[in-house]
């Protein structure tokens, strides 16, 4: 067990040690914000600059929207080689990730991570797709599920000075190995720029960590009935976060440096605003 844990600690160290963690220093002008708007459950399309709102520590802002085709995607996988993910769950999980990776463009890059009792980076990220293909075909699942582990190294891994960055969660079952708290992770996704999205088998048990992943960053938890529903499952939250609207904004009459709180609203409709909670500002 001792030794399973060192390489945990080792593999989270690696991924750690090779993606800074994004913050927004005093020299960074613009804020960029992922926001995702539905209403009564639908995408809502076609919004320009003057529905929005958004407010940094209360104080109204002047926002721009980003064109996205302009902005590559950096997609992130983090997931669950435990024990349970053999036979036909790893098959549909193989499959998921293989369908997402072809709906990626040429710009956009892809990573690779996995958890089990150990943190393991197949593959950082890169626009060399076949080269995630291949690690993702080596996936030969063992041990214990350290998904708070697994989490933390992956919001690390997608940290980056370009494109916008997707995370993509799956567990099949509980945490029953790590060795990080999920308070400290959570507050580790707070300060990154990052939209984490939570897949989870449905079950008795409530996924509140992946839900609260979801709601610090912007996204959200799919929990689904069957592994078999894992490639439809991973196709929506791709398609989901390509039609969000890209929010920029300098920061004006706020403090530069601390933790800022952002609201972001749409005016005069009774729309569902998904964004992440907040960010970072200096270092």
């Given at each position: 067990?001792?030794?399973?844990?060192?390489?945990?600690?080792?593999?989270?160290?690696?991924?750690?040690?090779?993606?800074?963690?994004?913050?927004?220093?005093?020299?960074?002008?613009?804020?960029?914000?992922?926001?995702?708007?539905?209403?009564?459950?639908?995408?809502?399309?076609?919004?320009?600059?003057?529905?929005?709102?958004?407010?940094?520590?209360?104080?109204?802002?002047e926002?721009?929207?980003?064109?996205?085709?302009?902005?590559?995607?950096?997609?992130?996988?983090?997931?669950?080689?435990?024990?349970?993910?053999?036979?036909e769950?790893?098959?549909?999980?193989?499959?998921?990730?293989?369908?997402?990776?072809?709906?990626?463009?040429?710009?956009?890059?892809a990573?690779?991570?996995?958890?089990?009792?150990?943190?393991?980076?197949?593959?950082?990220?890169?626009?060399?797709?076949?080269?995630?293909?291949?690690?993702?075909?080596?996936?030969?699942?063992?041990?214990?599920?350290?998904?708070?582990?697994?989490?933390?190294?992956?919001?690390?891994?997608?940290?980056?000075?370009?494109?916008?960055?997707?995370?993509?969660?799956?567990?099949?079952?509980v945490?029953?190995?790590?060795?990080?708290?999920?308070?400290?992770?959570?507050?580790?996704?707070?300060?990154?720029?990052?939209?984490?999205?939570?897949?989870?088998?449905?079950s008795?048990?409530?996924?509140?960590?992946?839900?609260?992943?979801?709601?610090?960053?912007?996204?959200?938890?799919f929990?689904?009935?069957?592994?078999?529903?894992?490639?439809?499952?991973?196709?929506?939250?791709?398609?989901?976060?390509?039609?969000?609207?890209?929010?920029?904004?300098?920061?004006?009459?706020?403090?530069?440096?601390?933790?800022?709180?952002?609201?972001?609203?749409?005016?005069?409709?009774?729309?569902?605003?998904?964004?992440?909670?907040?960010?970072?500002?200096?270092?």
């Amino acid at each position: 067990m001792r030794g399973a844990l060192a390489v945990a600690i080792s593999a989270a160290a690696v991924v750690t040690g090779t993606a800074q963690q994004p913050t927004f220093s005093s020299r960074v002008e613009a804020v960029r914000v992922d926001v995702l708007v539905k209403d009564r459950g639908q995408i809502l399309r076609g919004l320009g600059t003057q529905d929005f709102e958004v407010r940094d520590e209360g104080v109204l802002q002047e926002v721009d929207i980003v064109r996205l085709e302009l902005v590559p995607l950096n997609v992130v996988l983090g997931l669950d080689a435990s024990a349970s993910v053999t036979g036909e769950r790893l098959e549909h999980l193989l499959g998921a990730g293989h369908s997402l990776l072809e709906r990626l463009s040429g710009e956009d890059r892809a990573a690779l991570l996995t958890f089990s009792h150990a943190v393991r980076l197949r593959q950082e990220l890169t626009r060399d797709i076949p080269l995630v293909r291949q690690a993702l075909d080596a996936v030969i699942p063992a041990g214990q599920t350290s998904l708070i582990d697994g989490a933390s190294a992956a919001i690390a891994l997608s940290g980056a000075d370009v494109g916008r960055s997707l995370l993509i969660v799956f567990s099949d079952g509980v945490d029953t190995a790590s060795f990080l708290s999920s308070d400290a992770v959570l507050q580790s996704a707070r300060r990154a720029d990052v939209v984490a999205y939570g897949v989870a088998i449905r079950s008795r048990i409530n996924p509140t960590f992946l839900k609260e992943l979801g709601a610090l960053t912007g996204g959200s938890v799919f929990e689904i009935e069957s592994t078999k529903d894992l490639s439809q499952t991973f196709l929506r939250i791709l398609d989901e976060f390509r039609q969000r609207y890209l929010l920029s904004y300098t920061p004006r009459g706020v403090p530069a440096t601390g933790w800022h709180r952002l609201d972001v609203r749409v005016k005069g409709r009774r729309a569902t605003v998904s964004a992440r909670a907040g960010y970072q500002a200096g270092r």
